[in-house]
């Protein structure tokens, strides 16, 4: 069955760098969302994306997050300048396309900012 | 904007006792509704979706969930626990278009005995 996979499964990171999760959607899903779960917290969303342009995104996606889809197969959530209120499990999520509705997960990537 | 209560952060059955796990969401028109089940280090796995029709949703794993409109509910139940469904269940709320953001609530952990 096809699954969403997402790179690293652990990131540790110096405040103030850049880091780039990456996510392979469920390959025939045009629909593509990040969220991200602080530790003892709810899982929140950042953005949503479809056809190569921002759908949606919360207050939480300010200038220093990008995503981008750089291929036919890789979604890529980058973070310019970390902070250590980054620190989160960040997960990847695939919709098929209109008149769907669930959303399809990853097993998620731990940013540790220290 | 839409919401979702989890009452229950914890809870503790015995192997093959019922299970119900409560979920009370806010969203202005009809929602739709999801239970995702997150094991330890794995990502969120859908185990079943509401979007319309009979309110009864059957899904994965032997589990169903009931949509009650009047007490703006979807409880997830099964009813006989497995040891493997030790694990952490997130009620969700998506927006009404075919394309959104998921709200979730915080979760709800189930520890089974033997």
């Known amino acids: 069955e096809p699954e969403v996979t997402q790179t690293p499964s652990h990131q540790v990171t110096q405040m103030g760098q850049e880091v780039i999760l990456r996510c392979v959607p469920i390959?025939?899903?045009?629909?593509f969302y990040w969220y991200r779960q602080i530790l003892g917290q709810k899982v929140e969303f950042l953005v949503s994306?479809?056809?190569?342009?921002?759908?949606?995104k919360s207050e939480i996606f300010d200038d220093q997050f990008s995503v981008e889809r750089p291929d036919g197969s890789n979604f890529t959530l980058k973070i310019r300048s970390t902070k250590l209120e980054d620190s989160a499990m960040y997960f990847c999520?695939?919709?098929?396309?209109?008149?769907?509705?669930?959303?399809?997960f990853g097993p998620g990537t731990r940013l540790t900012v220290t | 904007a839409q919401s979702v209560t989890q009452p229950d952060i914890h809870i503790t059955v015995s192997e093959g006792a019922s299970l119900e796990l409560r979920c009370n969401y806010s969203?202005?028109?009809?929602?739709?509704l999801f239970w995702y089940v997150q094991s330890p280090g794995q990502g969120l796995q859908l185990l079943l979706k509401?979007?319309?029709?009979?309110?009864l949703v059957q899904g994965i794993k032997g589990f169903e969930a009931e949509f009650k409109r009047s007490q703006s509910s979807f409880n997830l139940r099964k009813p006989s626990v497995h040891w493997s469904d030790a694990a952490e269940y997130f009620c969700?709320?998506?927006?009404?278009?075919?394309?959104?953001?998921?709200?979730f609530g915080q979760g709800t952990i189930l520890t089974v005995h033997p």
């Open positions: 999520a695939s919709q098929r396309g209109v008149g769907t509705y669930e959303q399809y």
């Open positions: 390959s025939n899903h045009l629909y």
């Open positions: 994306f479809y056809n190569n342009e921002i759908s949606e």
């Open positions: 969203y202005g028109a009809t929602p739709y």
């Open positions: 509401y979007f319309s029709g009979d309110t």
């Open positions: 969700a709320v998506g927006a009404g278009t075919s394309y959104g953001k998921l709200t």
